[in-house]
């Protein structure tokens, strides 16, 4: 089982295997931590993003799917890009986050990655509440066979580590 860790920080910091991206559709950048990452890992994801566009993903990457590029200047060796749902009170898409981290996984299980890095998926701009976002990104976790030994969540704020110290416990 992998071994959960909690961190306040700056996702584009961290010395993982993979960092884990909140992508939009169209992984083309955007606010938020895509555009962190983007900003930080530079031209080359982007590039490598929109080859992704041209060729197998010409509709975008579908919500809760997953998909890797290269880090670019990161200090990790890949990011797993994924696409979070938009939270509505009108109809209930916790499925789709569950999967965002359970596809996420499976990627990195397929480039051999054993540490990687998580932001807390569609609780930004996407609007998830952050108690919910945390219990079903930690419960997710928990719950999926994977070789990665170690998941960290990086979070930003003070509010979102209280969250995932409460899922946590």
Known sequence: MAELVLIRGDITEQNVDAIVNAANTRLSGGGGVDGAIH???G???LAECRR???TTLRDGLPTGEAIATSAGDLPARWVIHTVGP???AAQDRSGLLAACYRESLRVADELGARTVAF???STGIY????DDGAH????TVRATATEVRE???VLFGTAARRAFESAVE
């Open 39 to 41: 900003r930080r890992g």
């Open 43 to 45: 031209p080359a994801i």
């Open 52 to 54: 992704l566009r041209e």
């Open 86 to 88: 938009v939270w509505t």
């Open 119 to 121: 932001p807390a998926i």
């Open 127 to 130: 609007g998830w509440p952050i």
């Open 136 to 139: 079903i990104a930690v419960d």
């Open 151 to 153: 998941i960290r969540f």
